[in-house]
């Protein structure tokens, strides 16, 4: 299938856990005649929707993986990409991000602006990735959708505007006001699909013709058209159009629309808003970089005909082999084609090809720039480009946030064993942000994630989809270690065993670094140490630094400046003056006085406002400083900082002292100082630890 490339909306669906983005999906699905019945997220009909496919997904209720689709809209093709809303599970936001034109940002008309959704907001940033609002939830007690708008003006900085007013709210909630054709929908028949228009309700008239005075004003910055007209009182629907897209592509506007996903109301204004203001990937600049030419910048069109570059950006195990997920950037990639892979320079033919709809698919022959499609049979890692012969071509990578904690996982049995094996190397082929490592002290493999959550999920993943059964151990904290003021270091390796021995003095200091975890400087003068010698100082220090002396974790935030030193015509090289700089880091790090940093994390706190009370004694409880609370409609949120390891259990003892009626988000925040008892306690287990392997 062929599609015009202006004709096309590579969209994701991004938003808080429970804004409804897939229950927004399934109504699309629906709409679009993708669907011929509706299903609820929880799966109360047994069903579940269809695009959380997986089992954990519809037991949870929560979306785990980005799920894509594609739909036909009023003569426009819609890939759309549902992502996780839960923020263990935000490398899935971050890898559909990097490949979308556009996005719908969601928000609860309740709720309003949460924590996940300034982090997503902060994603698409990133990637500088247009966006349009829906305020969902308009049915719900307490909506408010100009209390939301405002608070993306204050909050999130944008520059958002209604494009709808409500016409009623909560149980009274019956459809929307086209301010822009200024009129009303009624969404009518069993499923909202039969849409009436009609005038504006006398008692919404006055709001909306100010409503539209205000969109109006907002979209003339923007075209200078829509100005002049608006001075002369002649603003017609095209021209607001046209102006509301230029505001959208510079991300300058934010339009804001209105509705109830779950009550079928609001969606396809929503679907042709897609179509009317997010732009196409003929509209968005595409850059690319030369690897053959010192990683210069490449400037990429969106046109069938130029040198294919396709990025892969999500992989999947299937029933059939490994699905790589893959946006075409440009040229056009057919069944039987030959592409390179950028990292290895490997040649790849191109077997089955595939549009993905869910956990179904249905075989192409070719995809175009602007499409996003699967492949088939293709051995690479997420993040990987394909190129067609020319100059080697490769996109940007995406962003991937380190991993805040740690489990042990042990294997029952041999069987468990080798179960286990593949099953490690499926997902962290999949998965930037899941790491596996084995522990050299203690021969245990160890899995590193963004939250209890995330290694929740692959450990049940492990045991159903590969029969691993394996145990767990307790949750690691990923603490770090930093120096605190400056130390001067200045040592002399030497060694003689026959032959020619090994000898290099280093001299210089350590100091703490403000920003980054790590920093080199050379300033070495008169060459008394050969510079060939030099790259062997900076890799010494950084092998030090992988260990800290306290207790064992990484040495972040340290600068090593390399003053002065003394080589050896035979007995020098670049390993002794490696084990030189590692005895000297040993030599300065206790004297620089080390100290204990501890991950904290983000948390929010929503629940009834009478159990607010309650809320702050479990944070308090757990190291928490709360940095403020907000109460609006007999609701309360509460945000804290605390410290990642006092949060194990929480959502127990949070379900305990609130009836089950309240729900927190968590996300890594920064490094801190480690209290004083913390650092003791660390440090017993640490030296504990080291006696009994000395043992």
């Known amino acids: ?23 927004l999906t399934e109504r699309i699905l629906f709409y679009a005649d993708k669907i011929h019945a509706i ?61 979308l034109d556009g996005a719908i ?6 709720a309003g602006v949460q924590s996940q959704s300034i982090t997503v907001d902060r994603q698409m940033r990133r990637y500088k990735v247009p966006r349009v609002a829906f305020i969902n939830k ?35 909630h019956e459809g929307v006001v086209d301010l822009v054709e200024m009129k009303a929908l009624y969404f009518r028949g069993d499923n909202g699909e039969t849409i009436e228009e009609g005038p504006i309700p006398a008692e919404l008239q006055e709001q909306a013709d100010a409503a539209r005075t205000t969109l109006i004003d907002a979209a003339s910055m923007f075209s200078d058209d829509l100005m002049e007209a608006a001075l002369e009182e002649t603003v017609t629907p095209e021209l607001l159009h046209s102006a509301v897209r230029e505001g959208v592509l510079s991300l300058d506007l934010t339009p804001v629309f209105v509705g109830s996903a779950y009550k079928n109301k609001g969606v396809q204004p929503l679907l042709d808003a897609v179509n009317a203001y997010l732009p196409s990937p003929l509209d968005l600049p595409i850059e690319a970089i030369d690897l053959d030419e010192n990683e210069a910048s490449v400037k990429l069109a969106s046109d069938p005909e130029g040198q294919t570059v396709a990025y892969a950006f999500k992989l999947e195990e299937g029933r059939y082999g490994q699905l790589t997920f893959v946006r075409v950037y440009q040229g056009r990639l057919s069944k039987g084609d030959t592409v390179f892979r950028a990292s290895t320079g490997k040649k790849i033919k191109i077997g089955r090809l595939v549009r993905i709809h869910a956990d179904s698919m249905e075989d192409i022959t070719s995809a175009e720039a602007g499409d996003i499609v699967g492949l088939f049979g293709i051995d690479c890692h997420s993040g990987e480009t394909f190129y067609a012969d020319g100059p080697r071509l ?68 492990m045991k159903r989809e590969y029969r691993a059964e394996v145990e767990t151990g307790a949750p690691q904290v990923a603490y770090r270690e930093a120096i605190s003021q400056r130390a001067e270091f200045d040592y002399t390796h030497k060694k003689q065993t026959g032959g020619s ?44 630094m992988e260990k800290g002396r306290l207790i064992g974790f990484p040495v972040v935030g340290l600068r090593a400046v390399l003053e002065d030193g003394n080589s050896h015509a035979v007995d020098s090289s670049d390993m002794a003056f490696k084990v030189a700089s590692r005895s000297a880091f040993r030599q300065a790090y206790s004297r620089a006085k080390p100290r204990i940093l501890e991950p904290v994390m983000k948390v929010e706190v929503e629940g009834p406002a009478e159990f607010q009370g ?14 403020g609370s907000t109460e609006d409609g007999g609701f309360a949120r509460v945000e804290a900082e605390v410290p990642l390891a006092a949060m194990f259990g929480y959502s127990t003892d949070l379900r305990s002292e609130t009836q089950g009626k309240a729900e927190f988000t968590m ?13 003791t306690e660390l440090k017993e287990k640490y030296s504990g630890q080291v006696a009994q392997e000395d043992d």
């Open 667 to 679: 996300e890594f925040a920064k490094y801190a100082p480690a209290p004083s008892e913390v650092t």
């Open 138 to 172: 308009c049915d719900r007690t307490g909506a408010n959708p100009e209390r939301v708008t405002a608070a993306l003006r204050d909050k999130l900085n944008h520059n958002a505007v209604l494009m709808q007013l409500p016409i009623g709210l909560e149980a009274d």
């Open 501 to 544: 021995g090994q000898y290099a003095k280093v001299a210089g200091y350590l100091e703490p670094l403000e920003e980054g975890n790590y920093e080199f400087v050379d300033k070495i003068r008169g060459g008394r140490i050969p510079g060939e010698y030099v790259p062997a100082c900076d890799k010494g220090f950084q092998e030090a």
């Open 39 to 99: 299903h609820d997220v929880k799966g109360k009909d047994g069903v579940g929707a269809t695009m959380d496919h997986m089992e954990l997904e519809r037991e949870r209720g929560i979306t785990i993986t980005s799920a894509s689709t594609y739909v036909e809209w009023e003569g426009h093709h819609l890939n759309v990409i549902d992502t996780p809303g839960h923020v263990d599970f935000t490398i899935e936001v971050e890898r559909a991000l990097r490949v």
């Open 394 to 461: 490769a996109m940007t990578s995406m962003h991937v946030p380190d991993p805040v904690i740690s489990l042990s996982v042990t294997p029952v049995d041999s069987t468990a064993q080798n179960n286990m094996s593949k099953a490690l190397q499926r997902f962290t082929k999949e998965d930037p942000t899941f790491r596996v490592r084995l522990d050299p002290e203690s021969s245990e493999t160890v899995i590193s994630g963004m939250g209890e959550l995330h290694l929740e999920v692959y450990v049940e993943r």
């Open 1 to 23: 299938m062929s599609h015009e490339i202006q004709r096309i909306r590579n969209i994701g669906i991004s938003a808080h856990i429970d804004s409804g983005k897939t229950t």
């Open 105 to 110: 940002l969601v928000l609860c008309s309740v």
């Open 614 to 627: 309650a809320i702050y004694r479990t944070l308090m409880q757990r190291r928490g400083n709360v940095l």
